[in-house]
């Protein structure tokens, strides 16, 4: 998500003239696009911004703009810490960014510059902004606000130009990207709307919440061999008890028939988990290690309990860092060798490689391929596994 609205932003840069560059000592302008969700992505945002104090002594002309969750949290109390910064814009305000910016007082260029070429064959779209649910740790409705769903035409309209820029797989973006949804339109339908665009060749999606795995969605993708056979998605715990406090709406039970549903169907599932949440007792952590074991996902996020001002959560008891450190390294030791073995398991597997180098691309599974022959870039291989090396899979082709 992060990724697109720092595209979105950087588009209205370049359409006043700015170029992007790798060298912060030659830059005019730094924008820097925040994460709030838990305190250490603030922390760094925070410190980063520190750092170009000196920058900005250098040459007091230069714009420094923080924009994204934690700009939306902190607001312009920022400009008291750093009275350096000069604009802040919250993630809120990703629309009006370009008026913002215009109605600045900043002295910003007119021109124009070439977007970029692209060095990518993937594609963002956002289709969705906010979060309806109310997890009771996480910031993210109160910094992003409640769901707004971009309409299908314009989604459409924005994947078929990426489309034609050469972008082959496209992902669709949004904080519960399942819970999009139109008048007399599905999100499945929408994935399946977007597959069929010319040039097209996979659509994936993130992050999907799990109360919108539903057989009739499954049911509405199954056939349609350009939606990528890989999900992530986010479990969190393993735990009924866990799970119904942090009110994510879906028991253990629910979840693992959702995710078995997702395995009979050959979906690679990725997910998030948190340890340590404030009522997290040692069994509760062990339901988790046992979903972990039972599920065999192809990679673990996993998280240390942070808590958020103003989520209720952060009223509870939080445990000492000992305890979140054990249970994180515990959890990290089990998700160690997920990926190996996931990648074992591929062995002599029939795959689809989408090309992202003339000898290398990702499955539809979203494993990384290695292929004997060399393809045009942004082609897709049908192939075989036959052999694996620790996280590649080699091919037959
Ligand atoms: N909308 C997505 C998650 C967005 S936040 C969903 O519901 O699945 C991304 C990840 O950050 C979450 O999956 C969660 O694992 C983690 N996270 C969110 N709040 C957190 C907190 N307070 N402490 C630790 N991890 C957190
Ligand atoms: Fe946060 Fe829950 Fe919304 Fe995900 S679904 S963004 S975890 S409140």
């Known amino acids: 998500m992060n990724i697109a609205d720092s595209e979105e932003m950087a588009a209205h840069l370049l359409a006043r003239g700015y170029m992007p560059t790798e060298n912060l000592d030659e830059a005019d302008l730094a924008l820097i696009n925040t994460c709030t969700v838990r305190d250490h992505a603030e922390h760094r945002a925070l410190s980063f911004l520190g750092r170009l104090r000196k920058w900005k002594r250098e040459n007091p002309k230069r714009i420094i703009i923080f924009a994204g969750c934690a700009a939306q949290r902190l607001g312009e109390k920022l400009k008291k810490t750093f009275p350096y910064l000069d604009l802040v814009s919250g993630a809120k305000e990703i629309d009006r960014f370009a008026e913002l910016l215009d109605n600045s007082a900043l ?26 649910f109310e997890c009771s740790y996480c910031i993210v409705p109160s910094v992003r606000g409640p769901v707004q769903c971009l309409p299908s035409a314009e989604i459409l309209k924005n994947a078929a130009q990426k489309a034609a820029q050469g972008y082959k797989e496209i992902v669709l973006l949004g904080q519960t990207v399942n819970a999009w949804k139109e008048e007399g339109k599905t999100f499945a339908d929408l994935l399946n709307e977007v597959s069929s665009i010319e040039g097209v060749e996979r659509v994936r999606f993130v992050s999907p919440h799990p109360i919108f795995i539903t057989n009739d969605f499954l049911k509405a993708v199954e056939n349609n061999p350009k939606i990528a056979r890989h999900i992530h998605l986010p479990v969190q715990s393993g735990s009924t008890k866990v799970l119904q406090e942090m009110k994510r709406g879906y028991s253990r039970e629910i979840l693992l028939e959702k995710l078995d549903a997702l395995k009979k169907r050959g979906f ?28 065999h996902f192809s990679a673990a996020y996993c998280f240390k ?49 989408l090309m992202e180098t003339p000898n290398k691309g990702r499955t539809s599974d979203n494993f990384w391929a290695q292929t004997q022959k060399e393809y045009p870039i942004g082609s897709v291989v049908n192939t075989e596994v036959v052999s694996v090396e620790d996280t590649l899979l080699l091919t037959r082709d």
Not at 110 to 132: A, H, L
Not at 268 to 295: H, M, Y
């Open 305 to 353: 309990y942070s808590p958020r001002q103003g989520t209720p959560a952060a009223e509870m008891t939080l445990f000492p860092e000992k305890i979140l450190e054990e249970r994180l390294d515990i959890l990290l030791n089990k998700v160690k060798g997920l990926a190996e073995s996931a990648y074992r398991a591929q062995l002599g597997k029939p795959v689809q490689i």
């Open 268 to 295: 690679a599932i990725s997910t998030d988990i948190i340890v340590g949440f404030p009522t997290e007792t040692e069994a509760d952590f062990q339901e988790t290690l046992s979903l972990v074991e039972r599920v």
């Open 107 to 132: 002295f910003i260029p007119s021109g124009t510059q070439e977007n970029k070429p692209q060095s990518s064959i993937t594609g963002y779209v956002t289709i969705m902004r906010g979060c309806d």
